[in-house]
């Protein structure tokens, strides 16, 4: 499907456009509800399995045990796939979906909701994040320590730190599981397609060892595992600036009330990110009846770029030696029918040429210990502590350099530039002029300024304890209830942010030129129409030119020094169902969670009563009853019929609850105003409804058809209060004289609980080994799905009108249309897989140059990758795996666009990559 807009952009259309993935996922899909009822279970055999089929056949098997309805990925198809991180892996699964960063999957929407949504954990516990909010950047967790993922689409009353949306909860493994040792050693080299440009290599490599062991007559169990990756960064980008509108109208040749950008930029970034994480678990158990773990997980990541680029304004060419404003003109200007500009030349332009320099440095850490004491009578008691932490810090420069006239005698270089824009590719930048010779290119205060800076950093810290029991059910319940459980469970988070920043100036030695000593190989942007420009080394040019001392104690910035506290209490009790009713199984669970939280936030604010910053403090407690229902009654023919039932909850994003706010007097008017967060929200709340129908072939294949429902009662987004109480603020407020008296109530603009409504979808997969259909095609087998989301929930986000429009637009992070469609064929050690992701357009949460999130519409995107490979299962190579693999096969483009498609953002590429490695499993 494709959404189209209106002219104003203020109304989603849907038209459809049948893809090649939707129709093979809806093929595959009927082809296998068509085995279901011909295929007979007594046909199927008993064998041994490996490789790609073993991954695929624990999944099913954990969908098919389950009690909730869940989509899980087992180790061996995690180690199998051509993927990065865990994103790749699990973005793959029925109505999950993920959205690309500089190139990597890296957060995931469950069923059409904002990531923010979703919670995750790890080994059952919750996790922190390295981002602003509560979503987890699973581009952080190698896919190669994990030994699974479960995602849980309904909740239980002992899925402790549930989200709303689903629960992701991805599992190191357990050496006691294992029937004898096992050591594994992967090495693989990658090449970006797009090459080495800069001081950057398009190579990398990829290597990891894991060793699981069994001791003392498997009463100790260890297993360790260590993952090093380097990817490299290549990007080419073409952008053009927000917001679009029409008040570049008042230049001469471009007619008015024509839609145009405030500027377009073209630029080359290069670099390396690189990734070590270690796993460890040490497994105790001295008896059948005691269990004890202790595991860990650490992860650590940065990420170095550069990024040199060319960019024109269409709005200010800047000033002459006069300090007159230049004239802008257009001439030769093609708009289309929607009103939009296409092309033209851009008269006394001034390009600058820009250099962006980014470090990133996270690193987490999550440990735990778990004890399970089962006693004779069926009853036991399990204690858990875990504590997790995450720091991320930044640092971003950027200097800007421009032409100057020999001798300096008129400063603007002036250029007439060729623009030619195009939504579905690179737009053209065609300059008069040559950017290439850094010896004419000056560092100056450009109409940006000679620079700007930040260094954000967060910290994010989670302690959290449980306390659970379970009993057998009493014989008087027997016939309805296998057992009941129950549990108390504490945890306490905290997370601060800090981003000072501030203007990266001149030194003393005032304009001049980077030296040779900083100059890098130069960049090629010819894919936009330019030729080379210079690429420089950032830091070093600012050390020795400029001067960078970043700040948080301006007014504007004060509200970004934020700490958010929660401590979440939970009581749970759940009976877990095992009857018969009217001659059917049934299983399943009911049960309650009372969950009460106490949120509180400390900041600041600026008063421009006394000139001086304040600190401000919010908060609020507030309690959920969760109750929740799934039942799963087993049919004939290996059929399951799932139904679940729950009301849900989501807390706030942790950015949202900020207690800073940005505050003000208009002194001509006397009305107060003010922007800031909001920590006495209330969460997202729903109830949901879930229906599923499984058809399985003992563990080998299975196909399914879901709907799910979902009214939210609540929806959170930021609105604007036009009589705002700031009468506390305003009560020192001394007006300048002849000026009004400061009024009691003004404007504020912050996150609120608005209303909600509905979301709903229908999801269908198959997971089919064709030698079900024919044993001529023994090898061959597909894993598909198609899911189908849709909801009423429309929002107004002041924050981003520049990219999305003023009006109200559709839910974040909803993809109408999403398809997986993996086809495998795998013989005597031989491997072969393609795989692709598909989703339609959706509206992505991306960061600004504030570093904070805005809102901006996606173009939807398909994402293929192929690997082929083959494992020596005798002989004295008995254990060695080669392989290689192609990721982003299509070289797919990420695009963005304001409102509608013929208003392009960005367009971005990020290459196709190489891989060639070999496993070891001995």
């Keep these: 499907m494709t959404l189209t807009k209106d002219k104003r952009g203020s109304q989603a259309v849907a038209s459809f456009r049948i893809s090649p993935v939707a129709i093979g996922c809806t093929l595959l899909i009927a082809a296998a509800a068509a085995t279901a009822q011909e295929a007979q279970p007594q046909q199927l055999e008993t064998v041994t399995v490996t490789g790609i089929r073993k991954g695929i056949e ?3 098997s954990v969908k098919k045990n389950s009690d909730n309805i869940v989509e899980a990925v087992s180790a061996e198809d995690i180690g199998k796939l051509p993927d990065v991180s865990i994103a790749e892996s699990i973005a793959r699964l029925p109505g999950l979906s993920a959205q690309r960063v500089a190139g990597r999957a890296q957060v995931i929407s469950v069923r059409g909701l904002s990531p923010d949504f979703a919670t995750t954990l790890l080994n059952g516990r919750e996790l922190v994040s390295t981002g602003d909010n509560r979503s987890v950047e699973f581009d952080q967790y190698p896919s190669e320590l994990l030994s699974g993922v479960v995602i849980y689409k309904t909740p239980d009353a002992g899925l402790v730190g549930q989200g709303l949306s689903g629960t992701i909860d991805m599992q190191t493994v357990r050496p006691l599981n294992f029937g004898s040792r096992v050591m594994n050693v992967n090495v693989r080299g990658s090449h970006n397609s797009l090459g080495s440009a800069a001081n950057s290599s398009a190579n990398g490599n990829r290597i990891s060892a894991s060793y699981i062991d069994q001791f003392a007559n498997r009463t100790v ?118 009103g939009t500009l296409t092309g033209g030349t851009l008269v006394n332009a001034y390009p ?72 579905d590719g690179f737009s053209q930048i065609v300059p008069g002029m040559s950017y290439s010779d850094p010896t004419k290119l000056y560092l100056q205060n450009t109409i940006y300024g000679s620079g700007w800076g930040k260094t954000p950093s967060v910290k994010d810290e989670l302690t959290g304890f449980k306390l659970l029991g379970s009993l057998p059910a ?33 030194g003393s030695q005032g304009v001049t030129a980077i030296g040779s000593e900083f100059q890098y190989s130069p960049v090629n942007l010819g894919f936009a129409g330019l030729g080379t420009i210079p690429a420089w080394n950032v830091p070093g040019a600012v050390a020795k030119y400029m001067t960078f001392n970043p700040v948080e104690t301006e007014s504007w910035q004060i509200p970004n020094r934020w700490q958010v506290k929660e401590k979440a209490t939970t009581l749970y009790v759940k009976g877990n169902i095992d009857a018969t009713t009217f001659g059917v199984q049934t299983r399943g669970n009911i049960g309650l969670q009372v969950v009460q939280t106490d949120q509180s936030s400390q900041s600041n604010y600026y008063d421009g009563n006394s000139s001086s910053v304040k600190p401000i403090n919010g908060g609020k407690t507030y309690t959920d009853i969760l109750p929740a229902l799934n039942l799963s009654w087993s049919l004939s023919d290996d059929q399951t019929v799932r139904f679940g039932l729950a009301k849900q909850m989501a807390r706030p994003r942790v950015d949202q609850l900020n207690a800073g706010i940005s505050f003000g007097v208009d002194g001509s008017t006397g009305k107060p105003g003010g922007s800031g967060g909001n920590p006495k929200l209330d969460p997202w709340r729903a109830n949901a409804l879930d229906l599923s129908w499984e058809k399985y072939f003992g563990n080998k294949a299975y196909v399914a058809a879901a709907a799910y429902y979902k009214d939210l009662k609540s929806y959170i987004y ?29 404007t504020f603009s912050t996150p609120l609980n608005g209303s909600g409504g509905t979301l709903k979808g229908v999801e269908l997969s198959a997971s089919l080994p064709l030698s079900l259909v024919s044993s001529s095609l023994n090898g061959f087998g597909f894993t598909a799905s198609a899911t189908f989301n849709d909801s009423n929930i429309q929002i107004k986000d002041p924050d981003s009108a520049s990219s999305v429009g003023s009006g109200p637009i559709a839910l974040p992070g909803l993809s109408k249309r999403v398809y997986n469609l993996t086809a495998y064929y795998e013989i005597n050690g031989f491997e072969a897989r393609i795989s692709q992701r598909k989703r339609s357009d959706f509206i992505g949460e991306i960061g600004n140059f504030n570093g904070n999130r805005t809102l901006r519409y996606v173009v939807g995107e398909s994402i293929t990758d192929a690997q082929i490979g083959y494992t020596f299962n005798d002989g004295p190579m008995k254990g060695l795996g080669l392989l290689v693999q192609v990721n982003n096969l299509g070289n797919a483009a990420y695009r963005t666009y304001a409102g509608t498609k013929d208003r392009p953002l960005e367009y971005i590429q990020w290459g196709r990559s190489y891989l060639v490695g070999a496993n070891y499993k001995f």
Excluded: C
């Excluded at 290549?234 to 500027?263: C, I, K, M, R």
């Design 58 to 60: 624990a999944a099913i």
């Design 221 to 338: 169990g260890v297993s360790i595992g260590y993952a090093h990756q380097e990817t490299p960064v290549q990007e080419e980008q073409v952008g053009l600036y927000e917001p679009w509108g029409t008040d570049q109208g008042s230049h001469t040749g471009l007619p008015a009330n024509t839609f145009s950008s405030g500027g377009i930029k073209a630029l080359r970034r290069t670099g390396k990110n690189e990734r070590d994480a270690l796993m460890a678990t040490i497994e105790f158990r001295p008896s059948k009846n005691w269990t004890s773990v202790v595991d860990a997980f650490w992860t650590k990541a940065k990420q170095e770029d550069t990024a040199n680029q060319i960019e024109i304004s269409t709005g200010w060419a800047g000033q002459d030696s006069n300090k007159n404003n230049i004239p802008l003109s257009w001439t030769n200007v093609t708009v289309n029918a929607n």
């Design 352 to 423: 600058l040429v820009r250099g962006m320099y980014n470090k990133r440095n996270d690193e987490i850490v999550a440990a735990g210990w778990n004890n399970k004491v089962k006693f004779e009578n069926g009853a036991s008691v399990t204690t858990d502590l875990n504590y997790s932490h995450a720091t991320r810090n930044e640092i971003s420069l950027e200097n800007n350099s421009q032409l100057l006239s020999v001798g300096g005698v008129t400063p603007a270089v002036l250029d007439s530039v060729k623009l030619a824009m195009t939504s």
């Design 474 to 506: 009493p014989a008087s319940l027997s016939s309805w209830f296998s057992d009941f459980e129950g549990g108390l469970t504490y945890t306490d988070r905290s997370k601060k942010k800090r981003q000072p920043e501030g203007a990266i100036n001149l």
């Design 718 to 746: 930021k609105q604007t209060v036009d009589n705002y109480d700031w009468s506390a603020f305003v009560a020192t407020y001394v007006p300048q004289p002849g000026k009004p008296a400061a009024l009691p109530t003004g």
